[in-house]
Structures are given as C-alpha cells and as structure tokens.
C-alpha cells in the first residue's frame, strides 16, 4: 500500500477509533496516544493491508486490543503484595490440612471402635469403594441388611464426631469466659 492509498484509505478512521477509544480509556490524551499507536503499526504493517478484507474492522480490533494493553498495564501489583498473598494463602492452607489431619484421626479412631460388622461394612463400601453386590459376596449379607449397617455405623460417626467438636467448642467458650 503507498502512502497515497493509505492516506485515503487508513486516516479517515481517525475520528471512529478516536470515539472507540474514548469509551475504553475515559481520557482524551490516553485516547489520541493509543490512536497513534494503531496508526503507527499500521504503516508498519502497510504492506500487508492489501490482503485484509476489511481495514476499518482490523483497525477497530486493534485499537481494542491496545487499550486492554494499557488497562492492564496500569493494573499491576507488587511483588512484596503478591508474596504477602501467597504467605498469607499458605498459612490457611496449612492450619486447614491440620484440622483435616485431626478429624481425619478422629473418625478413625471412631471407626475403630463400631461394632465389628457395622466397621467391616463401613470400611468396605467408604474406605474400598465396594458395590454392594461385591460387600454382599464377602460377608454373606442381603443387601438390605448392609445398608442398615453402613447407615447405623455413619450415623454413630457422626453424632460422635459432632459431640467432640460441640464438646471442643463449648470446652474454649468455658474458658474464655473464665478469663474474663
């Protein structure tokens, strides 16, 4: 493309894109430089105009693109905030996979103390992940009858689980109302 056709055919969108990237930057000057901007790659790219079906649209796409450049370029955070995030992040991670840790030790040991059939149907429908049919050939139940089991042992688990936090939770509320 010559300067010529470039002229008549690139510079006459000045006032459309000018409008178009008012609307992204909200400030005239930023507007007006990012024009510059698209102008300047397009007589870079002048060249191989020819071959792009519709200029405006191409000229509309960069424009946008520009501004999103400068939007998130002005969006930047340090890395002393960005490591307090990550520090900060890690810290509940790690006080998060302790208290899992901890009730995961807690339902064991609850598991460890059902009776022998409602542990053995437990540990192998939720610990193995058996089908029933399977929990039926190993211990010689209907399948009705392991469904009793299993919902009788998850139940005690629960509500001891429950009890031990409840009984955690009122045991701190008791002596915080202690010390003051």
């Known amino acids: 493309m010559l300067a010529k056709e470039f002229k008549t055919i690139v510079l006459p969108l000045s006032n459309k894109l000018l409008r178009f990237a008012l609307q992204f930057t909200k400030n005239e000057e930023e507007a007006r430089d990012t024009i510059q901007d698209v102008f300047l790659k397009l007589w870079q790219k002048r060249n191989t105009l020819e071959g792009i079906e ?14 999103l450049d400068l939007y998130r370029g002005k969006h930047t955070y340090s890395l002393e905030d960005q490591t307090d995030s990550w520090q900060q992040k890690r810290k509940g991670d790690l006080n998060e996979e302790l ?44 399948i009705n009858a392991i469904r009793v089991n ?31």
């Open 150 to 180: 299993l919902s009788r042992a998850r139940k005690k688990i629960r509500t001891e689980l429950l009890n031990y936090q409840d009984y955690g939770t009122a045991k701190n509320k008791t002596n915080t109302a202690q010390l003051f």
């Open 54 to 67: 519709n200029i405006e649209a191409f000229a509309m796409r960069m424009t946008r693109n520009r501004c």
């Open 99 to 142: 208290e899992l840790s901890e009730t995961a030790t807690i339902i064991k040991r609850l598991i460890g103390e059902l009776p022998d059939l409602q542990r053995q149907v437990m540990q192998m429908r939720d610990i193995d992940q058996l089908s029933y049919d399977e929990i039926a050939e190993n211990t010689g139940l209907n």
